[in-house]
């Protein structure tokens, strides 16, 4: 079947402009289902635009976005690009999971309502089903005794798992990190990458933008390096960062967070 | 004054026969015993102002002469004053005897008696309220069913004016806007006047209460929009975004995510409009209903008595009272979650 060597997401010649800034300029890639994809890159190069165009948070201007095979988010009228219809955007963004730096966690909710949300409201699961679910995937985070508590009482490492576990319900295809650890104190980043590193053990399809090499040389199948909305580089960990002994860019890049 | 009148005389009668007594064979005692003979004749038929001219003829003692003609004048006096219900006479009476004899019991008492009863406004008063009680109850019903009814149409005018607001649809936040703008811009008085007596003239007559909750619906409307229009956008747009990102629709999360986090916001501000509401109500006496301050305003006019106003006035502060209370409890309630 031919589905299968298809790339479960594929970008090709993605542009975002905002005003005269490009904050994403022209990006080609593909996304090979179970790939685990790590994007680097200095403070304002694009990484959380790319992320944010894939599940369509942003309009992008040029370019066009396959999910499993098949151009999604868009559609052309009287020649005009124009998004899709919003029951086609929400379909698609219930199969990619996104993990923002600062949680969104639903504060009015409790940890199993915030992840039950999902199911219940998107899918129309009944309740019982919705929290099945949610009492599942919040044991696979390791919270299932903060089930009944308000998202106010965790720490910022126990947010980050629920907004997984939240993202999780939903069964995505695909999920998508922004920085999941860059609003967390030091000793509260290995439980958010001890619970991603099960994701992938597990086989999902990620892409992470993280500050953190160790963890990206330990779990990514593809580093990417970006700056200024483009591509600078990509490859096999180790050869992006052996490579990077050639780069003057990616050197120092890497230096000033070491 | 209630002080009975035949009490009175016949304490009269009986001091008077205890002073004939005690008189006995002084020789100015057959002077005084037969002037208090007179006064008594006098004040059983009825000349109570001849009784008192006779009286008065009594001196003050001169020195170590007996007090007791004296004072008994001028206590009967007092008494004749107080039936005459001129207590303020009476209690002069006894300040004369008090004045040679500051520790006479008899006169003391009688003045705390006569003050005592000089103060009780207390009994007219209770008895006003008592009185005007009914007709203001009345009106207080329907300035509850006022505020109730606006209660429940503005918070939902409100909410659709916000929606409207933010909407991308510009013809839709140009109308909400221009709505919002008008209902603010003008005196609700000016918008009752146009609803009730205005509108006949293009064919639509409304009654009274309907009139009266169209536009206090109306301007309230226009205010809580505002509100809540203010609390939505102040909720973090991260919010939104986490709802977009698990597939929902922006309808479903501004009902699920967005709108239930306003709630403790919008309690303080909600509950000053409801406030303002109460008194505003009493804006609808002028288009023929009878509200709380109508009510108060016919007393007033037909009795002329301050006690209705008074009265109007402390029924709106415990309405106010109680709703104050009522939102924090909400507030209190609504942002539970909050709570470490
Ligand atoms: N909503 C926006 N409006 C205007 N400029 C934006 C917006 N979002 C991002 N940008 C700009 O686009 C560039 C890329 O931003 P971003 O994707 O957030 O970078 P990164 O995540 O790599 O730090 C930055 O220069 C940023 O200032
Ligand atoms: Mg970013």
């Given amino acids: 079947m031919s589905i299968v060597r298809e790339p479960l997401l594929k970008l090709e010649k993605i542009t975002k402009r905002f005003k005269s800034l490009t904050a994403v300029n022209g990006v080609n890639l593909e996304v090979a289902s179970g790939e685990k994809l790590v994007i680097i890159g200095p403070s304002g190069s694009g990484k959380s635009t790319l992320l944010r165009s894939i599940n369509l948070l942003e309009e992008i201007d040029e370019g066009t976005i396959r999910f499993e095979g098949v151009e999604v988010g868009y559609v052309t009228r009287h020649g005009k690009r124009h998004l899709d219809r919003p029951q086609a955007i929400s379909t698609l963004r219930a199969e990619i999971g996104m993990v923002f730096q600062h949680f969104h966690l639903f504060p009015h909710m409790t940890v199993l309502g915030n992840v039950m949300e999902g199911p219940l409201t998107v899918q129309r699961k009944p309740t019982d089903e919705a929290r099945s679910i949610a009492t599942d995937m919040l044991a696979k985070v390791g919270l299932s005794d903060k089930s009944n508590v308000f998202p106010a009482t965790l720490s910022g490492g126990q947010k980050q798992r629920v907004a997984i576990a939240r993202a999780l319900a939903m069964r995505p295809k695909l999920m998508l990190f922004d920085e999941p650890t860059s609003a967390l104190d030091p000793e509260l980043v290995g439980e958010v990458f001890d619970t991603i590193h099960t994701l992938a053990d597990e086989g999902m399809t990620m892409i992470i933008v993280t500050h953190h090499m160790g963890f990206a040389r330990e779990l990514a199948d593809r580093v990417i390096f970006m700056e200024s909305g483009n591509f600078l580089a990509q490859g096999r960990p180790e050869e992006l960062f052996s490579a990077a002994q050639g780069n003057e860019r990616i050197k120092l890049f890497l230096n000033r967070l070491l | ?340």
């Fill in chain 2, 1 to 340: 004054m209630n002080v009975s009148r035949n009490y009175l005389m016949s304490r009269a009668f009986a001091a008077l026969f205890l002073l004939l007594a005690l008189a006995g064979n002084s020789p100015a005692a057959m002077d005084y015993d037969q002037l208090f003979r007179q006064s008594g004749d006098l004040m059983a038929q009825g000349d109570l102002e001849g009784a008192l001219k006779l009286l008065r003829q009594v001196p003050l003692p001169a020195a170590g002469e007996e007090a007791a003609p004296f004072v008994s004048s001028r206590m009967q006096a007092a008494r004749i004053h107080a039936a005459q219900e001129a207590p303020d006479k009476a209690i002069a009476a006894c300040q004369e005897v008090l004045k040679l004899y500051p520790d006479n019991s008899e006169a003391r008492n009688f003045v705390a008696a006569l003050q005592a009863q000089l103060k009780p406004r207390w009994h007219t008063i209770l008895s006003d309220i008592v009185r005007f009680l009914p007709a203001l109850a009345k009106g207080t019903i329907m300035t509850l069913l006022l505020v109730f009814c606006t209660i429940l149409v503005s918070p939902l005018g409100g909410l659709l004016l916000a929606l409207g607001r933010i909407s991308t649809l510009r013809p839709i936040s140009a109308l909400c806007w221009f709505i919002t703008w008008f209902f603010r811009g003008t005196p609700l008085l000016l918008q009752l006047f146009f609803i009730y007596y205005g509108l006949p003239s293009l064919g639509i007559t409304l009654a009274p209460l309907t009139a009266a909750v169209i536009g206090l619906g109306l301007n309230y409307s226009a205010y809580l929009g505002e509100i809540i229009r203010g609390a939505i956008q102040s909720i973090d747009h991260g919010q939104m975004e986490a709802a977009k990102a698990i597939g929902m629709s922006y309808g479903q999360a501004m009902r699920r995510v967005i709108i239930p986090q306003t709630y403790k916001r919008l309690m303080p501000p909600v509950g000053n409009e409801f406030i303002a509401l109460i008194k505003d109500t009493a804006l609808v006496s002028t288009i023929a209903m009878v509200e709380l301050m109508r009510a108060a305003d016919q007393l007033f006019n037909t009795y002329f008595n301050i006690t209705a106003l008074g009265l109007a006035a402390a029924i709106y502060l415990l309405l106010t009272t109680i709703f104050t209370f009522i939102f924090e409890k909400i507030e209190y309630r609504a942002g539970i979650y909050e709570h470490r």
